[in-house]
């Protein structure tokens, strides 16, 4: 089993930056992909951003050239900045991992992220 806890997060106006970080213990030596997936009130959760064990990265098109998806393979944390933020960007922000090559999903409790003046 593994555990995610995220970090960041909060109230940002628009243009803003903030910085999520989620730390990984547990079963670690399992972990494969980790990420942030999103959750916006009445909406599904979407994957936001993802890094492969070798640091490959991927983002939706909504975030790129905005948002910055990077690990510490050391420390097993998954770090997600923010930068330019709209309000459409409002939503709760959960850290994802995949364990034993994508058998398991983990996911973390979410936090909290919203953009408004």
């Known amino acids: 089993q593994v555990q995610l806890v995220e970090s960041g997060g909060g109230l940002v106006q628009p243009g803003g930056s903030l910085r999520l970080s989620c730390a990984a213990s547990?079963?670690?030596?399992?972990?494969?992909?980790m990420g942030w997936y999103r959750q916006a009130p009445g909406k599904g959760r979407e994957l936001v951003a993802a890094v492969t064990g070798d640091g490959s990265t991927a983002y939706d098109d909504s975030v790129k050239g905005r948002f910055t998806v990077s690990r510490d393979n050391a420390k097993y944390t998954v770090s997600l900045q923010m930068n330019s933020l709209k309000p459409e960007d409002t939503a709760v922000y959960i850290c994802h991992a995949d364990g034993y090559g994508g058998l398991y999903d983990y996911w973390g409790q979410g936090t909290q992220v919203t953009v408004s003046s």
């Open positions: 547990g079963s670690i030596f399992s972990i494969g992909d």
